[in-house]
């Protein structure tokens, strides 16, 4: 699977008065009318319950240069991942990390188990998108897709 070059967001929730933040590379469009996402979430993970349970979340697309971001949100316990990240809240309180390159604010409309995860299929509510290339990763290695030359 690491041959597959994805792209890289960070995954967020506020849940029972607390943050919830991981990195996450199965990020995938599923629908356009209506506007529909999803992600997959391990079962054992410690995050697990706050996110099936959250109602919605937030997929925060990282830019090029945010690799630590990446790095941050993938390991530590959630106060440190939130530490000095400037945040904006979103229409259900789930945060938005600033600099991002693009936003999907979500419901959850549907979860899915598959394996050893769940497919958590989000209807977009909100989003936003600026300027910037996407952080890619591949071979557990991260990059950026540049346009071939004809």
């Known amino acids: 699977m690491s041959c597959f070059t994805t792209g890289v967001t960070v995954v967020t929730a506020h849940t029972q008065g607390q943050d919830w933040g991981m990195t996450c590379n199965s990020f995938n469009t ?18 697990h319950e706050a996110f099936v349970s959250a109602g919605g979340y937030m997929v ?30 979103g229409l259900n309180q789930h945060p938005r990390l600033e ?8 419901r959850i409309a549907q979860v899915v188990s598959a394996g050893d995860h769940d497919i958590l299929i989000g209807e977009v509510l909100d989003f936003g998108v600026h300027a910037g290339h996407g952080l890619a990763y ?13």
């Open 30 to 47: 599923v629908s356009l009318e209506p506007a529909m996402v999803l992600w997959s979430v391990r079962k054992t993970s410690l995050s």
């Open 60 to 89: 925060n697309v990282l830019g090029a240069q945010q690799k630590d971001v990446a790095l941050k949100f993938a390991q530590g316990t959630q106060v440190e991942r939130f530490a000095d990240q400037p945040l904006v809240r």
């Open 99 to 106: 600099g991002v390159i693009a936003w999907f604010d979500c």
């Open 138 to 150: 591949a071979q557990r290695s991260f990059g950026v897709l540049a346009p071939l030359e004809d």
